[in-house]
């Protein structure tokens, strides 16, 4: 254990010395890469965003200024602060002055209506319809004995060829025991 604590460099040992100021004893090795990888990604991007400043500065090198404005540019769009706690409150009185809706009374836990609720059937099946052969001839029979007919009294209800189902099925649905 000691042999490899000599072989890793200066910024691993660094990495686990953080980790056991922070209380973390027990980790994979891998952690410590992970942790190098990250560190490593953040410095060149600070960096690569410092000398943007400095070139746009008229700068030839890159100063502390540079460095401390790249930094609060990644804070700034990195990480985001919570609002205010005046403006939180103001959103719950606004959000609690309309009231809950109804539920329903019954043996169990009252529920909400359902299209108050997420447990709605949330998509649909398209089931094409499929004719039987006596039924597509007859069509054709139809077709071609008068191309042109004139309207009738009677509305048809044939099903069109291209015609579909829509099912709809509810994802809460418990199925009953035994059934796959």
Sequence with gaps: MADREEELPRDAKIVRILLKSMGVDD?????IHQF????????????????VYAEHAGKSAIDSD?????????????????????????LARNRNKI?????????????PPDEDTLVS?????????KQTSQ???ETEDEEMADPNPEPTQ???????????QQVSFSLGAKRPRGSI
Excluded: C, H, M
Aim: net charge negative.
């Design 36 to 51: 190098l990888e990250l560190w490593y990604r953040y410095v060149v991007d600070i960096l690569t965003d410092s000398q």
């Design 154 to 164: 009677e509305p048809k209800t044939q099903v069109p060829l291209n015609a579909s």
């Design 135 to 137: 039924a597509v001839e």
């Design 66 to 90: 540079d460095v401390k404005l790249a930094i609060q540019s990644k804070v700034n769009f990195s990480f985001s602060q919570p609002p205010p706690r005046e403006v939180l409150l103001e």
């Design 121 to 129: 059937p949330n998509y649909q099946l398209a089931i094409p319809v």
């Design 99 to 111: 009231p809950l809706p109804k539920s329903i009374s019954g043996p169990g836990i009252a529920l």
């Design 27 to 31: 980790y994979e090795p891998r952690v």
